[in-house]
């Protein structure tokens, strides 16, 4: 499951994802994450939370590096929060599918990762 939170005011968008990505969910949060990178003035900020996430499905994969590829330059910095030594390695593996800066945070960290991913 994907659920996405938009905060003009920050650049920010947040992304929840939980469970194993489909194709389905990818087609619906890619047009709210892509409506919130038209509103900001500049690059959007990200937080990804990965709540449980148990990866996804071979054509969403596929679609997150085509939306990556489109988006190289469109993000200043992502936060990704998460619990795993895993899902630290992979925000360090994003970092190359991104100019943005990407720096991981713990789960209980939520609030310094809004804050970091917000900072000016």
Do not use: C
């Amino acid at each position: 499951m994907i659920e996405i939170g938009h905060t003009p005011a920050k650049r920010l968008v947040t992304i929840r994802v939980s469970g194993k990505l489909t194709s389905k969910e990818y087609d619906t949060a890619v047009p709210e994450i892509e409506q919130a990178i038209e509103q900001s003035d500049g690059k959007l900020n990200a937080v990804v939370e990965l709540d449980d996430m148990r990866g996804w499905d071979i054509a969403a994969l596929w679609k997150d590096l085509k939306f990556d590829a489109r988006h190289f330059d469109d993000f200043r910095r992502i936060a990704v929060v998460g619990a795993s030594g895993g899902e630290k390695l992979s925000s360090k593996a994003a970092g190359a599918l991104t100019s943005a800066d990407v720096e991981f945070f713990l789960r209980d960290q939520v609030d310094k990762a809004e804050d970091w991913a917000a900072a000016d």
